[in-house]
């Protein structure tokens, strides 16, 4: 296989993988609380659930978005690059044994994800008419997030709805939800 085609598949492939890794952070670690006794206990495990189960769900459950704030005032709907870039080692380390290409772009992909998915997150909950806003498949994921928050059990990917296709999460909109989306500017 010619390298740029290898490159595109392993691409391909990594995006979707980041797709259920972040499908199933966000349904198991950020939404339920852990089968296992032994993660029930950890502060940071708590930490994550009740910043985003409790605090960001609290406040974008009535109202999807709201006024811009500054920057370093919104650390609770944004991910951290790097420790992106830490957490996928791991993944990078199992990936090496059957291919370089897969174990170097996974870092990479989950960069682009972090980006993408703190670029599209803001817009969505703190709009500032960012290049993509009107882009129709910007709308497509703010109407798929946007049923998250009306549904927390539902919809649990942000950048690319692959983990909730592949894992039957996908909320169906009600015509309710649709009169509310198309107030909100996302229909």
């Avoid at 691409?11 to 089968?35: D, G, N, T, W, Y």
């Avoid at 919104?74 to 791991?90: M, Y």
């Avoid at 670029?119 to 997030?145: D, V």
Wanted: charged share 20%.
């Amino acid at each position: 296989m010619p390298g740029y085609l290898q490159i595109a598949v392993w691409f391909a492939v990594l995006a979707v993988l980041m797709s259920i890794i972040e499908h199933q952070v966000h349904c198991k670690l950020m939404h339920k609380m852990p089968r296992f006794l032994l993660f029930r206990g950890l502060e940071i495990r708590k930490k994550i659930f009740n910043n985003h189960a409790v605090l960001h769900h609290r406040q974008y459950r009535k109202i999807f978005h709201d006024a811009p704030v500054a920057h370093g005032e919104d650390k609770g709907i944004r991910l951290n690059i790097v420790e992106g870039l830490v957490e996928s080692l791991p993944v990078s380390l199992v990936l090496a044994p059957f291919s370089f290409t897969g174990a170097a772009m996974f870092p990479l992909v989950v960069c682009m994800h972090h980006v993408m998915w703190n670029q599209i997150h803001m817009e969505m909950h703190k709009p500032e008419g960012r290049f993509f806003a009107h882009w129709p498949f910007y709308k497509l994921l703010a109407r798929h997030h946007y049923l998250h928050h009306r549904y927390p059990d539902k919809n649990f990917n942000v950048a690319l709805p692959v983990g909730d296709i592949l894992f039957g999460t996908m909320a169906k909109p009600t015509e309710e939800d649709w009169q509310a989306m198309r107030v909100e500017g996302i229909a």
